[in-house]
């Protein structure tokens, strides 16, 4: 699919994201439209248009969009179609899986468990429900990222309600014990939500979940569209006045034509995801290696490559603060995130790098969108060492 | 460690976002003679990280923080040699 996404917003032949010789590597935020995607939401904004609830012909083609779509992504969680709902975002996805867990289980109790390093959807969920008179565990990670899963067993109590844990982070890119922590919270008779959205048609769905998130955007759908899959050992009871949509478990009319377009590209990825994500570990370690050489960086998450996604790397410029470095890479060409905040508006560090216990400033995110060219990634290798120094230079700090 | 260490130097970095407090840090560790301790005095929370990272890579010696009425000082020990 080397040349797939050359099909960018600017139309056939036109570079995605931006122009010249830069390239687009925040893939983690958002990856660009997958043609597949593309094309399957302009057919179905022809044909996907009425309410897939009604009986006349047009609304049967609609039907046949959504229900094509569900079997899709049914089919790639290993789940029946009718346990598959489509919200509005994966953030949605995770309230009203985290909601509604709680809700089905409150005859339990009201303790809930999650990692420090979730996002922050998951975060304030979790709050909230503090906030409602539940109790929350965050269990820390070590200085990879990773989740100590004999801590999260160790967290899981008698009124745990629900254990809530990322399949992989969203900032530094490091796989999360997803299959041990799942054995214990069966053990201990928890449902596992997982938060899929930054490794779905990535790497394989981990098994042991009861329910599962996501967002279509990530992988290439249109924004729009997130994933809430429940198994039916989770006793998911909806938080929301009675709907009946997506069997009563994401509100309102449904988005059809997204949500096929949104099907259409994971099926597409999923079916290349093993090359790929193999394609693109050799480039973000090629990443690695060249930002360890610049003086004062360092590169963040597991050494194991089989540890991380493969598509992610994070790493820390000493005396340089992130929202510079995005801005000098952008003036370069390349457009990169940032996780760290020293900015006037957010004072605290990123709640990851935090938890982390790493250097938290002069933090620059790489992630690839799939179909990245390896001269895209030479030529931002061959810009980061002198935007490094011209920043340091500028601010004073060169050989401090 | 007994917290506060007697500090020879004290950066007042107050109202300063990271990552002035180790450049200020970084600026001055060589005011001290080896031995000795800088404390900076800051309020970013990022600090928390960031003076025991820097201290890690510059092979200082981090000793701990402490709280004070207004932001929080965090001790470093000049290292010989560092």
Redesign the interface.
């Known amino acids: 699919m080397g040349s797939a996404l050359d099909l960018g917003p600017n139309g056939p032949g036109e570079p995605v994201g931006t122009p010249g010789n830069g390239a687009y590597f925040d893939a983690a935020s958002t990856e660009p439209l997958h043609p597949v995607a593309r094309a399957t939401l302009l057919a179905a904004l022809d044909d996907g248009w009425a309410d897939p609830a009604r009986l006349y012909r047009d609304a049967r083609r609609a039907r046949m969009r959504l229900d094509a779509a569900r079997e899709i992504v049914a089919e790639v969680l290993a789940v029946g179609p009718a346990d598959v709902s489509f919200p509005a975002s994966g953030t949605q996805a995770l309230q009203l899986g985290i909601a509604g867990c709680l809700k089905g289980r409150a005859r339990v109790g009201s303790h809930l468990v999650t990692s420090a390093v979730e996002h922050s959807a998951v975060l304030h969920a979790a709050a909230a429900h503090e906030a409602a008179g539940g109790s929350v565990d965050l269990v820390g990670v070590d200085r990879a990222g990773r989740v100590d899963s004999a801590a999260f067993a160790g967290a899981l109590r008698p009124d745990t309600a629900l254990a809530c844990l990322q399949s992989a982070n969203h900032e530094v890119g490091t796989l999360q014990p997803v299959d041990e922590v799942a054995a214990a919270a069966t053990a201990a008779g928890v449902p596992l939500l997982v938060d899929a959205a930054q490794s779905l048609g990535r790497v394989p769905v981990p098994p042991g979940w009861s329910v599962l998130t996501a967002s279509a955007h990530k992988w290439g759908g249109p924004p729009g569209v997130g994933v809430l899959a429940v198994r039916r050992e989770a006793r998911w009871r909806s938080p929301l006045p009675l709907g009946e949509r997506e069997g009563g478990r994401a509100p309102g009319f449904e988005n059809v034509p997204s949500i096929a377009a949104a099907a259409a590209a994971l099926a597409a990825v999923t079916a290349d995801a093993a090359a790929e994500a193999a394609r693109l570990a050799a480039l973000v370690e090629r990443i690695r290696d060249v930002a360890a050489t610049v003086p004062?960086v360092?590169v963040h998450g597991p050494s194991d490559p089989g540890q991380r996604l493969p598509h992610l790397v994070t790493f820390s410029c000493?005396?340089?603060?992130g929202e510079s470095l995005v801005r000098e890479l952008d003036r370069a060409g390349f457009a990169v995130n940032s996780g760290?905040s020293?900015?006037?508006d957010t004072?605290?560090?990123s709640h990851v790098?935090?938890a982390m216990?790493?250097?938290?400033?002069?933090n620059v995110r790489v992630s690839l969108p799939r179909g990245t060219a390896q001269g895209a990634v030479e030529r931002f290798l061959a810009v980061l060492p002198t935007v490094v120094a011209d920043l340091r230079g500028a601010?004073g700090?060169a050989g401090? | 460690m007994n917290l506060p260490p007697d500090a020879r130097l004290t950066l007042d970095t107050l109202g300063r976002r990271c990552p002035a407090p180790i450049i200020e840090l970084a600026r001055h560790i060589g005011d001290v003679e080896p031995g000795e301790v800088v404390a900076v005095l800051s309020d970013d929370a990022a600090a928390a990280l960031d003076v025991p990272a820097w201290c890690e890579l510059r092979g200082q010696q981090y000793l701990g923080a402490e709280q004070r009425p207004v932001g929080t000082a965090y001790f470093v020990r000049r290292v010989q040699g560092a």
């Open positions: 004062d360092v000493l005396y340089l603060d760290s020293c900015t006037a004072l605290r560090p790098l935090e216990g790493v250097l938290s400033h002069g601010a700090v401090l």
